[in-house]
Every structure is written in structure tokens, then in C-alpha cells.
């Protein structure tokens, strides 16, 4: 079949140089343009990003002219890694001129008729674009991925509120310096320390996992009932986000039945046939030392979340660790899984 | 007036070495003698010690030659800085030799009749000298303190305990390199990393702190009924841990009336006298971004404890954060101040 | 085919591990045999050795049972990363009794029947395994690989030499702390920190650097007479060595030259078809700011060195930059490319 | 006495930071204004400073307003932190004003009639202000302080050149961090990694070198002939800059007599008996893996460069390594020495 041609928004900053990378090679899609601002269209990719990845650029992009943002560009799935102050601007032109946007950015998460994503987690949401289409008139759509930590919690979250309802979590984040993109945290800041309370992180945490963890009814999403109080900390790892948590469950949960239903998570069709999609969501791990977001963070090609440190907790019902890879799972490869979901449903 | 006599025991660890830097130039005591295991016994101190802090080892010590530990030495108090299967044994006969020990230790933490201290927190605790002295015999005394992150955390929960009552406590930890000794934690291991679930220290912050919290009554010492939930994580930062909190109290507090208690604490009578007792044991800031290790342990010579990102917590009552020097309040200086207050209270 | 079966001698260590994962998918070899200590011998690999590699353990070896080092062994080439005291031993007993060992120790390095390896450098060295086979009365053989700096030397100033003859060579080495194996280096000494003068090190980089450059004459190994000035540093970098250097040549030779004399180096026959044989054994790079060890170690598969930062000397001719991956070009790949020259050559 | 009031300008930047800290308490200097940008001046310190320094500001300057650069002062002396293309405009207006300008930015380095100014290197230099004044008309007068490496090379080059003779050095640096100032380099570049080539320091290391061993002749100064070859590279370490070399001699030197001379090395008064001279310049440890730049840097308050791995160079005559604090001795304190020596010698 002839790849569908995207185009990346953001091309040259952190996030969009993942998408580069994880796209030069996907078996579905193929990059016809790569935006980026003043400063850097009109150059060619390689003269005008700094690329800051450890492997080196694709060749395919290489040679390739950067275009203005925002102008019209070949393609039909338009992938944002647009920072949200412009993203709420050229997203939704963009969805009005027909172009299935999948955005990584969160300008528009929290808007009651645009469907916030994680495959394996609320593919059912997708249904908000009906309504998406009916209020806003666009001949194309919005889908957007969520924040990298919240991925991270939400995904183990999800079979254990299935299971055994999910009533409260108690949230410590230890964040990656990627997440904060590129310049991002100084040297001098972050080594051989921990800087507390990303600015606005906790409450991305908390309103986006509600959503996440929401039902659809009537064709609208009903938040989950989910209290969460989070704690924020910036750490010196380059990537691979840790969330600390304590459960408390509805109806009564062990360690050993809470590690067996996540164990045994699958996602529903037909996420698991996607080209991004990992063998198995959550890996469970047992050893006594892990998860570990450098051992554990690239697991699945960086697309499955890790789970372990699983035991009682003397006040609420559990305790566990998780690691995510925040610019893999956590940005780039949510937002082209979702992009692959929306293929696979026939919404290209 | 003569300074007193003391010795180090473990005097070539990484917490002997704090000891030795700290001792070399107290106003009240002076090294008599300093001692280290079979394998460094009999040599001059500068050749067979590994020095490991940043600061070159005090003169007057790299002369000295270490003395094997358990032999009878010189000195009216003892310092030990010993693994606590060594201390097991050595302390007890010390004690019974006529020493005044004060331990670093966790061997006797939990004894009943062995006094676990903080001056600010339970001076009043060494009432239980008097039972020690009756069960063992001892013509000496041996008197211990706390785990270096039940140190950080049990600081500011005294005056919220004594103001508003604390129910239960969620805790996680980010616990600094040097806290495991040295070598210690390989580069390998840690760099870029966390590593969850320190063997023991979770254990070790719950009992203590509520030994620490207890109350005296009738010559016992009746631990404190606060349920404690505790992750631990080390992390790559050389000294200073954090500990990211949640309290439920008995009686209603807001963050402003916490803060208030916190600011306003002061220890009582002999301690804010003793030469090592900082004029704040608990600094409180209000940035947002603070506190963190790096920039806060060292606050008071390292005696202080920070706090700060105090805020309402959507489950319990109350979030915060605090910073504690590990080797210096949580270990060597801890000790120190106990022995100030030994002779202050007219022990020695 | 049918694979070659090979055993692993210390399995278990850092150089260990990476055998086991390069082996687990070699398209010409399988393991056979994995080895350990005392310690682990008789337990099964997934329990008795502490994985530290970044990815997982292959499955294929999780299950195997660790043999006793020096027992007889199932397979045909036997892969050393055996401490150097312990190689010392055991290496000429394997090659006495009949199998092919290609060390990564440094045991037998210096030994003039002994081949010192690189396969792009000096595959014609494999000559002195007749005088080998004629003093020792081996029915197998015994190859070694070089320290893993001195790869990352002699790589880049072998066409140099071809080219221009090099006659000094200042040495500079930043290298990293995987290079001291596993637990190695403790956090504590080397992060935000330099340790000069690793032990022994500038001593190998000196003779091996002209054993490799050296010339085979009448069946002899005639060093060559290239004087080196070498200080080693450790750095605080997980993997990735990096060579700062200056040249002296024979005849004058401008940094362009020098540039497409590396750039241009191609590995005579076989080395370009061995499976792990990188299509150019030296990546030249014009950016300022690079090689970067993090950035350019994995470069092919972590089997090219990288070269930049190629300017004039003010003093001798020529300063350049060098990095190699230390533990697979410069260890554990290393030796399997010299296993693949040996069987291409028809020595196995 | 009354102390003298001094400005620091650039007050709220990294070394403008290091100003403040170490003029706060200053025996001799009393802040009397500090001065930022546009953005910074009108607001108190503590509000527009983004202090990053690990112990805290001092209390004496929190409060004070930050002065517009470049506007009328109170203050005898300035002391400048200014980016080198502000500085050129800045400082000469401050200097025709009568002010005593003690520069640490480079603009006006290479200038034949500015003093570049080591006190204990070659305090005979501010013989040039003498020509400065005649040639420029200033009431006031400008002093430099070098870069941060090249003080850590000349310092100890300084003695061996008086007594032997400096003909050739070879030079790879190690730089810390903060030598980039603040926001500087992001972690996502510089942790775990080399970045070679700092911009422009090479050159400055080169000329500056020549510069400060010169000699005055008639009044003028002309630069030592001196060959460097330089080679820098940024390393993950936060202060102290570590600096390799190799030196030829114009007369025989052995290892053992360059230790001696550099640690018999005194400054001729009246450098000696400044407030912020170090008892001994130069540190020489005998240690196989010293200096250190974690564990040296802080050697006499910052002040004393210490030297190590001293021994022969095959090629050249000796290889040694020298470790400076970068923003103390290297930048502020640098200048603050230079502002001393002016007062001692007469010129304030």
C-alpha cells in the first residue's frame, strides 16, 4: 500500500526530533514536510536543528527544506510538537483545512469534544469526534496524546480501576530532564540535586488522568471520580519519568492480584495489531530494585510502561513504581499510536 | 575549661570521617583516640584512612595512629560510627566499661531502655538512662540516633505532632549516595538513575520515628501511634536527602498555620545552648522551587532541617517537603549534639 | 551453516555481559558455554549474575547454568574476559588443549608468538600463530585484543601512518567508568569529578599502541618506533572513550590530508565481510563540538571510531579527537571481530 | 580604617554573584551599588536575581536596588562582570570617570596599555597603567584579571619558567560547567559526554598565556615566546578547572626540582600580606590521583591552584596537571586580589 504522507509541526525542537526519528522508517506513514519557525524555515533540516538525540538524524530528513508553520503543507496527518501557546493557534486552522491533527502539545486537552488518547486505555473516546465535528464545523479532526508523566500513571491505573475501582492515588513524580525540553534545566540546576514542582505539571496530572480514566455516555465523557494528590520533582536522569504511588480500590485488591491483573492487561482490538503497539502494555517486573528509568525506560522499544516495587500500603490499599519513557511513550510514539488508531477505525 | 577526651570508633568510614572532621576542632571535646578495623589498626591515621570528603582530613588526626576497636582506650565519651553488627558487640561493653557511648548505629535503636535521641525532638528521653542503668548494670551509658532520613523527617513533624496531632504520614523518599557509605553505590548504578527500595530503611523510618514522637510516661517510653506509609528511592545526589510528605492530623491545620508552627519552633533548655545546635533547627521557604539538596543541606552547617512546598494535600490534610543533611545532622553532627546534651543534662 | 559453538570465561563481569549479548544473536557463532567464579558456578545465569547492561539479559542465556572456568567446556572458540591474574592461568591451558581463545585480557598481550589484534590494523599479524604453534606445542591458538584506549588510538593513526609515517604522538585520555568494570568506580569519587592516572593504563596504551603499528619481518613482530606521551583520566561518562591527541609525522601532512586518509580507509580482505566489520572503520566529522563520547560511541553498532576536531598543532603537526565505545569496539566486539578473522582465515 | 566603597557591575550574573558573596564580607571593600540590565535594574537584588549559588545570598545586599549599568555610582572602585561586548563599551566611560576598573571580562585583555594581572605572576605589569594614562587621558584607571584557564596553567608555569626556562606547552583542558555561566550549558548536552572546543578559548589561553610571563621592557610589556598548543574541552563537573600538560625547558629540569620550585614558590610583597592571597599560590600533592577538581578547587578558600602528577614526558621534558577554581581564583576573586594589589601599591 502507498505510505500516507504527514508532515511534522515543530520539526526541530525536542519532541518533533523524536517524531522525525520514530517516523523516518514507520511502515504506515512517510514525512513529507517538517515545519519550524522564523528562524529555521526556508533552511535545510540539517543546517537549521540543533539535533540533540544521541543516534544521528535520518538521512531522508536530512536534505529536506524546513517549511513556516502554519502554511499549507502536503500531507495528511499533521503530527504537532508545537509548544501550546502556538499549537492553540495552528492546530485548529489546521483541523478546519481538512487535516487529521494528532498533537502531542496541550493546548487543547482539556476541551469537553476533542478526544485526549492512550490506545490500550480510552480508544472508546474516540467517539468525542462526532461531537468534535458537529460544534466545530472542521472537515478535518484533533486528537491530542497526554502529558508524559500522567501516560505513566494512567496506563497501570486503567486494568486496576477495571478491576477493583480506583478511589484514591497518591502521586510522587521523579522527572526526567527531557521532559523539559531542549535547552530545558541548566547543569548547574539539576546536577546533584532534585528541583520540586514542575510549574503547572501536578495539575496536568490530575484533571488529565480523570479524563483519561473517564466513561463515555450519550456520547459524552463523564471524568472518573479519582481523587489524586501529586507531588512534582524534576531529577538528574536524561530520560525515563518515575511516579511513585499509593492506591486506594474500591473493593478490596492484594498486591499479588493487583501485579496479576496488570500482568495480564491486553488492549482491545485493534490496537494490538498496530505497527507501534507493544506486545504487552505493562510489564510487571518482581525484582526488588526495580522499575529503574534508565534499566527500564526502553522496554518495548520505549512503549511499554514498567511496573513493580507492587505491596501493601499501611495507609491506603497499595503501593507501586512505575517507569515511563516520557519522549517515547510519553510524547512522539503515543501520538503516532494514536495516529495508527485512527487508520486502523478509519478516520483517514 | 579542659576539653573532654573521646574517642571514634570507625574512625576511617564515611561517617567516622565526619566525626573526625567535626571533633578536630569542638569547643568542648578533643580526640583522644580513634580506632578502625584489624586491617588499618596500628597504622598512622593519613596512611591507612581513604579520605573521601572534599575537605582535606584536619591535621591533627593524620598523625595519629588507629587504635584497634574494642581495646580499651583513652577517652570519657565514644563516638561510634561502626557497622551496626560490629556494634552489636562493642557497644555494650564499652557501656559497661564506664564509657558514655553515643552511637550511630542502628544495632540498639530499638531497645526499650537505650535512649533514641534528637535534642530538639525527645531530649526528656533520656530519662531512660536511669532503667538502662538499673537492667544492665553499666557503670557507662550508651545513648543512640536516628536513621539519617527519619532524622529529616521527624524534625518538622514535632511541632506539627505537638500542635495539631499527626495521624498518619505518606512518605517518599530521595535519599542522597553517601548515605550508603563508601564505596558505597557504583557510578554505574546510579548515574542518571533511581534506584527504589533501600534494603531496611523503610523499616527503620517507621519504628524510629515513632519511637521519637513517643511520650514518657511512668519511666517508659510509649511509642506514638502514627500509621507511616514509606517508599524509599535513592538517588544520584552526594549529599542531602528529601523527603516528599503528606500528613493527616488530628485536629485541623492549614498550610500558613503549619508553616507558622514549623517557623516558629525553638527546642527547649539546655539546647539552644549547645555549641553544635543551629539557632532554627527548622528553616522554612517559601519559594516554589525549594527546598532542594544541593542548595539546602548545608543550611546551619548542616544542623537545620529545610521545609517548604507546603501546601494542601486533596487527600490528607497537608503536603510538604524537607531536606536534610545526611552525614552531618542525620549522622555524625546528631551524635555530636547528643553528647552536648549528655554533658549539658550533667551525664558526663 | 551450522553455528560454531563458543564458550564465555567470565561470563558474569561487565566484558562478560556484552559477550553474552553480542553472542546471543551472532550469525556465525552460538553459545555453548558460559563461565563464573566459584561463587556462581552451578547456579543459573539469571540468578547468579547481577545484569547491568541497560538492556535486558538475552533469554537465550537466562536458563543456562554457569560452568566452573577452566572445567572442559563444550565448543570450538572460547571468548576470555578473564581477570588478567586469573587469564594468566587458564588461557594457555584452553589453547593447550585444543581450543581457539581470543582474549580480552591483557595477560599475554606483550607475548611476541602472541597476536595483538585489531582486524582493520593488523590482520597480518595472525602470521606469528605458527611461531606460536611451533614454542608452545598448542593444539589450539590464543589471539588477544587490545586495552580499549589504545583501540581508539591505533585505529585513527594507522592510515595516518600508511599515509605520513607518524613518529610522536601526545596522548590525552578522558576515559569512561564502564572501562573499570563492574562495581568499578563508586559515585561518590567520580561524579562532577576528574581522577587522573588510572593504573597501568598509560603503560599499555604506549606498548600496545606499537605492537599494533608494528611490522611482521621474517615471522617476527618488529615494534614500531613511535614515541608516546599518554595521560589517562577518568571521566565521569558511562561508556566512550575519548583520545585527545597531537602528531608528529614523517612527512608533512595538512589537517585536509590527514581527514581523507581516515575518511578514506578501508580494511583489506576479509575484514570488510566479517558479519561485525563496520562498513568504515573511521567516521570523520567536520562539526566544531565533535566526536562527543555520548553522542558518537555507538556509532556503527559501536565499531567505528570517530574522528574530529582535526586542526594544526602549533607544535607538532597535527591535533585531533578520537572516540571508541570501550566495551564493544574496544572489548567484547573487538575480540569477536578477531574470532571472525580467524575463522575467515581458516584457523577455526 | 574606612572601608572603600566599591560597584559591582554585571551583579546579578554568575560571577556578578560570586562578587557579591565574596565582597560582603570583604576587610578591606564595602558594596556600595550593584548593577544589572535593563530588565534587572530598579528592582531589590533578592528579587531580580536568580541567585544560583549553593550558599545564600548575603543578607547585607538582598535589599539593595539594582542600579542601571553604566549610570553614575557611588564607589571608588568597580569591580566588572560584564559581558565581554558591554564591557567594551562600559568600562573606558568608567575609567575616563575616574573610576578604578577591575575587569574580569576579556574586551580589554590584549590592549598593550591594560595591565592583565596576576599578583603573584606579575604584579610588576601595572607598571603599564603609567602609558594608559598618558595614552587614554583617564582620572581613573582599568585593570584585567585573565581567563579562569589560563590561570590555572600560568600560575604554575610561572616559577618553572623563572627557574628553567618555558619554551613549549602542550595543553588539553578538562572545564567545568559554571565556566559558561548561568543558564550555561544544558544538562542534556553535558552530562555523561565531553563537548570539545569552547569557543574562543583556546585563542585567549594562547594569548593571555604570553601576555602575563612577559616582561616590562622600557615600559613596555612584550609577550614571552612561548609556544601552546592548546586543546579545551567542557566536562560534567560543576566548578574547578582541570588543566593537562606537557612542558619543554630551555634548561634541564627533573621532575623533583620543578615540585620543588613550584612549592617554594612565593609572591614578592606586597602580594603576600593581601586580604585575599593564599599563604602558599600553589599547592603541589604527590598523590598518584590528585588534583582533582572536586576535591581541589576549594584548597585555600579557592585561591591556591594545586599541581600534581608531576613526572617525565617522553617527548617534551615533564607532564603535569593543575587544578583551578574557575570562578573564584579563575574570575571574582581573581579580581578582587588585582583591587587589593591597586591599594597596596598606591593606585586607590
Chains 1, 2, 3, 4 share one sequence.
Request: glycine share 8%; aromatic share 4%; with cysteine.
Amino acid at each position: 500500500m502507498d505510505k500516507i504522507p504527514v508532515a511534522i509541526l515543530g520539526a526541530t525542537g525536542a519532541v518533533g526530533q523524536r517524531f522525525v526519528q520514530l517516523l523516518a522508517e514507520h511502515p504506515w506513514f512517510e514525512i513529507s514536510a517538517i515545519t519550524g519557525s522564523e528562524r529555521t524555515a526556508g533552511g535545510r533540516y540539517k543546517d537549521v536543528c540543533r539535533w540533540i538525540l544521541d543516534e544521528e538524524a535520518p538521512e531522508i530528513v536530512s536534505e529536506m527544506v524546513v517549511s513556516k508553520t502554519g502554511t499549507s503543507l502536503p500531507g495528511r496527518i499533521v503530527f504537532s510538537a508545537l509548544p501550546s501557546r502556538i499549537a492553540q493557534q495552528v492546530e485548529p486552522s489546521m483541523a478546519e483545512a481538512g487535516y487529521i491533527v494528532c498533537s502531542n502539545a496541550s493546548a487543547f486537552r482539556q476541551e469537553p469534544d476533542v478526544p485526549l488518547i492512550i490506545p490500550e486505555v480510552n480508544s472508546d473516546h474516540l467517539a468525542l469526534l462526532e461531537r468534535q465535528r458537529v460544534n466545530r464545523g472542521w472537515s478535518g479532526l484533533l486528537v491530542t496524546s497526554p502529558n508524559c508523566t500522567t501516560t505513566g500513571l494512567v496506563m497501570p491505573l486503567k486494568p486496576l480501576d477495571d478491576a477493583f475501582g480506583v478511589a484514591q492515588v497518591f502521586v510522587t513524580t521523579l522527572q526526567a530532564v527531557s521532559g523539559a525540553g531542549y535547552p530545558g534545566v541548566p547543569y548547574l540546576d539539576i546536577v546533584g540535586n532534585i528541583l520540586p514542582n514542575i510549574p503547572g505539571e501536578a495539575e496536568k496530572i490530575q484533571q488529565e488522568s480523570r479524563l483519561l480514566l473517564g466513561q463515555m455516555k450519550a456520547g459524552q465523557r463523564i471524568s472518573a471520580e479519582i481523587e489524586l494528590s501529586v507531588q512534582t520533582n524534576r531529577v538528574p536522569v536524561i530520560d525515563g519519568h518515575t511516579v511513585n504511588m499509593a492506591i486506594k480500590f474500591e473493593r478490596p485488591a492484594s498486591p499479588e492480584e493487583a501485579a496479576r491483573v496488570m500482568a495480564d492487561f491486553r488492549a482491545s482490538s485493534p490496537v494490538p495489531g498496530l505497527p507501534s503497539a507493544p506486545a504487552e502494555s505493562i510489564l510487571v517486573r518482581s525484582e526488588m530494585d526495580r522499575p529503574q528509568p534508565r534499566r527500564d525506560r526502553a522496554a518495548s522499544d520505549g512503549m511499554a510502561v514498567t511496573v513493580g516495587s507492587i505491596r501493601p500500603c499501611p495507609i491506603l490499599d497499595l503501593r507501586m513504581i512505575s517507569v515511563v519513557h516520557n519522549t517515547l511513550r510519553g510524547a512522539a510514539s503515543g501520538s503516532i499510536l494514536n495516529a495508527e488508531l485512527l487508520v486502523a477505525e478509519g478516520y483517514v
